[in-house]
């Protein structure tokens, strides 16, 4: 993973497989990852980043998704950014 790098996911749906992709923008070891999303439910590039700062013993995650080009598609990735964190805190809190 580097600045400029690509990466391609599958988002799994049910029987259905959605790709993902994007290019890092900024990686900060330990405090910021950002990207651009690739999503073939949008004809634009949003942008993604996400920051982790240590807490006590932990560590807050934030994520910002910007640049949606309806109201709808910000609401659908809301909704999926909020099950992978709720699931990443379960699997490591």
Same mark, same amino acid.
């Given at each position: 993973?580097? #600045? &400029?790098?690509?990466f391609?996911?599958?988002?799994? $749906?049910?029987?259905?497989?959605? @790709?993902?992709?994007? +290019?890092?923008? #900024?990686?900060? @070891?330990?405090?910021?990852?950002?990207?651009?999303? #690739?999503? @073939?439910?949008?004809? +634009?590039? %949003?942008?993604? %980043?996400?920051?982790?700062?240590?807490? &006590?013993?932990?560590?807050?995650?934030? =994520?910002?998704?910007?640049?949606?080009? +309806?109201? #709808? %598609?910000?609401? $659908?990735? $809301? !909704?999926?950014?909020?099950?992978?964190?709720? !699931? =990443?805190?379960?699997?490591?809190g």
């Amino acid at each position: 993973m580097q #600045e &400029g790098g690509r990466f391609e996911i599958i988002m799994r $749906n049910g029987e259905q497989d959605i @790709p993902h992709a994007g +290019t890092y923008t #900024e990686i900060s @070891p330990h405090s910021k990852i950002a990207f651009t999303w #690739e999503t @073939p439910f949008s004809e +634009t590039t %949003s942008d993604v %980043s996400i920051t982790f700062t240590p807490n &006590g013993g932990g560590t807050t995650v934030e =994520l910002t998704h910007t640049k949606f080009a +309806t109201e #709808e %598609s910000r609401d $659908n990735h $809301n !909704a999926g950014w909020t099950k992978i964190l709720e !699931a =990443l805190q379960a699997a490591v809190g």
